[in-house]
């Protein structure tokens, strides 16, 4: 069946510096890919919902300039925490949809700023 | 705007016993609700969605739910535990005329021998 593969599934990165989750649509051609942020013991709450070749559309409160966003491709769709500090350590996870498909969560991504 | 609440963040149960998790919705039109089980570091895996038609839906594993527009709820049960059933487990609702879904805060199940 379809799958939205998520890597990497863990990182651990210092302070200041930048990191790139990639999910990659198998099977299917993911035209809307949304990126979920949880942090411990607490639910998913939506960040952003990005179509394939236009800007990503971002919930209130998230800053776009820290959660870069990229969708250039109908498989592949990238989130990039940029000048990533420890509060933004937190489990992050894909969910790619497509036409006339269900949706499909990736692995999750565990990010640790330290 | 559309929600849905969990009660009870930790349901326990002893293997063999029913399981019960219980979610209610708030939405002003019919909603199309869901829920989601997830194991530690992995991503969240449909059980059951409700959409229309019959409202007991039967999911994976087991689990069966029941959509009761009278009660705004969506409880999941499956009638005997199993120690690999011991997960995280969302209910969701998907906001209307999107794809876009909204999480309860989840119940933790544990499962005894």
């Known amino acids: 069946g379809a799958v939205v593969s998520q890597h990497p599934s863990r990182v651990i990165c210092k302070s200041g510096t930048s990191v790139k989750i990639e999910c990659r649509s198998l099977?299917?051609?993911?035209?809307?890919m949304f990126w979920y942020r949880q942090f411990p013991k607490q639910s998913l709450m939506l960040m952003a919902t990005?179509?394939?070749?236009?800007?990503?559309?971002?919930e209130q409160g998230v800053e776009k300039d820290k959660f870069l966003i990229n969708h250039a491709s109908l498989t592949l769709s990238t989130l990039t925490v940029t000048s990533a500090h420890p509060e933004d350590s937190s489990f992050y996870i894909c969910?790619?949809?497509?036409?006339?498909?269900?949706?499909?969560f990736g692995q999750g991504t565990r990010l640790t700023v330290v | 705007a559309q929600s849905v609440t969990q009660l009870g963040s930790h349901v326990s149960v002893s293997e063999g016993a029913l399981v019960l998790l219980r979610c209610n919705y708030s939405?002003?039109?019919?909603?199309?609700l869901f829920w989601y089980v997830q194991y530690p570091n992995q991503g969240l895996q449909l059980l059951l969605k409700?959409?229309?038609?019959?409202?007991l839906v039967k999911g994976i594993n087991g689990f069966e739910a029941e959509f009761k527009k009278s009660e705004t709820s969506f409880h999941l049960t499956k009638p005997s535990a199993h120690m690999s059933d011991a997960a995280e487990y969302f209910c969701?609702?998907?906001?209307?005329?999107?794809?876009?879904?909204?999480f309860g805060t989840g119940t933790r199940l544990q499962v005894f021998p």
């Open positions: 099977d299917f051609q993911a035209t809307t």
């Open positions: 969701a609702v998907m906001r209307y005329n999107t794809d876009k879904l909204i």
């Open positions: 409700y959409t229309t038609g019959a409202t």
């Open positions: 969910r790619g949809t497509g036409l006339n498909t269900e949706a499909f």
């Open positions: 990005s179509n394939e070749g236009s800007k990503a559309t971002y």
């Open positions: 939405s002003s039109v019919p909603p199309y």
